[in-house]
């Protein structure tokens, strides 16, 4: 069973930067996608930021232009450089990959134990 290991949260004032890294243990299975989700109180997990295997990234609205998701294939490591930060985005960040038990039949998530970033003057 892969393993998922966050770092790189903390407490950063408004206009500064973050980068969140999850280094994954090896997986027999393949991975389908790599993903950062946060989650605040009162509210369910969202999406922030999506990075397939064919390389294909996708990103919640309110963060275009200001995160960045990508990946050290070598390290197999998901990285999540976080500019420009607001305190709306404050929250817990969880590093979530899409393992392929059986193509287009079961896909599995792993979850890490999440990052918790703050952001505040």
């Known amino acids: 069973q892969v393993q998922l290991v966050e770092s790189g949260g903390g407490l950063v004032q408004p206009g500064g930067s973050l980068r969140l890294s999850c280094a994954a243990s090896?997986?027999?299975?393949?991975?389908?996608?790599r993903a950062w989700y946060r989650q605040t109180p009162g509210k369910q997990r969202e999406l922030v930021a999506v990075?397939?295997?064919?390389?294909?990234?996708r990103y919640l609205e309110s963060v275009k232009g200001r995160f960045t998701i990508s990946r050290d294939s070598g390290k197999d490591t998901v990285y999540l450089q976080m500019n420009s930060l607001k305190p709306e985005d404050t929250g817990v960040y969880y590093c979530?990959?899409?393992?392929?038990?059986?193509?287009?039949?079961?896909?599995?998530?792993?979850w890490g134990q999440g990052t918790p970033v703050t952001v505040s003057s």
């Open positions: 979530n990959y899409e393992l392929i038990i059986q193509p287009g039949v079961e896909y599995r998530e792993i």
């Open positions: 090896r997986s027999e299975f393949e991975i389908y996608s």
């Open positions: 990075v397939t295997a064919g390389g294909m990234s």
